[in-house]
């Protein structure tokens, strides 16, 4: 199969590259040869390689700054993913366009978002992503929209990466959030997901693609450093005691109900965060990126 890759220099992109090459004869599009905000260039881009299907990863993600650049945000996920749903009709290929847990407000006290819930995201990032996924789904009924979340893969950068090389430094014990839980998914994970859907068309609408099991980032941290033998110690806060521009979702944990129903079953995060932690880092000069 043709498939383009929006955003495809991207972390989840170059692991696209790597998972999905041996199969599918794939396309990175991505700045500066491609705009997802022009039209006249993503038509270049889809006439050169002709997709069968498109995995559309660009978009503004740093939650932060999408807070203090409200239009540019709204303008890459939103109207960015809009002119690639239009390409993919106009061309007769499949969307599968990748979105977020933000979508959702967090204040969910126990259980995890299904795909039927109603999103109520409480940031510019959340906000402007869930108008990506309108616009995809008003303009191509039969899209499908990947949510994903607390990302990390080869490369970075990522969460994992930080406290990876903080933990592999001397001094203080790290600070890190206890209330806030989620799905730790890797991008290897997320591959597998869209590999799955690629021989699945008949999966549309909205499905979750996150990796199965939930923790905070503390509990992700206390992992990661049993796996990489690092002896800094970890100690528990509260979100309050790290303010950020945007607000953080005390639960953002997604339930795969669609990829289940359909006998797709994501890894555990801990086989996916091993897995991704034996492969990433030398565990003989701990906390090192292999190179």
Known sequence: MKILVTGGKGMLGRTLQRRLAPQHELFVADLPETDILRPDSLGQAFRVCQPEAVIHCAAMTKVDDCESNEELA??????????????????????????????????????????????????????????????????????????????????????????????????????????????????????????????????????HGTCEGVCTWYELTVELFRLLDLKRPVTPCTTAEFPRPAPRPANSALAKTVLTAHGYAMPRWQDALAAFVSAEFDVTDTGRDKE
Not at 163 to 191: F, I
């Open 74 to 207: 709204f303008r890459l996920n939103g109207m960015g993913t809009a002119n690639v749903a239009r390409a993919c009709r106009d061309h007769g290929a499949r969307l599968i366009a990748i979105s977020t847990d933000y979508v959702f407000d967090g204040h969910r006290a126990e259980g995890d978002y299904a795909e039927t819930d109603f999103p109520r995201p409480q940031t510019v990032y959340g906000k402007s992503k869930l108008a990506g996924e309108r616009s995809a789904l008003d303009i191509l009924p039969d899209a499908t929209i990947l949510r994903i979340a607390w990302l990390y893969g080869a490369g970075g950068p990522s969460f994992v990466h930080t406290m990876a090389k903080l933990g592999a430094q001397e001094g203080a014990p790290l600070k890190v959030v206890d209330d806030q839980r989620g799905n730790p998914t890797s991008t290897d994970a997320v591959a597998g997901a869209l590999a799955f859907l690629l021989d699945h068309p008949a999966v549309t609408g909205v499905v």
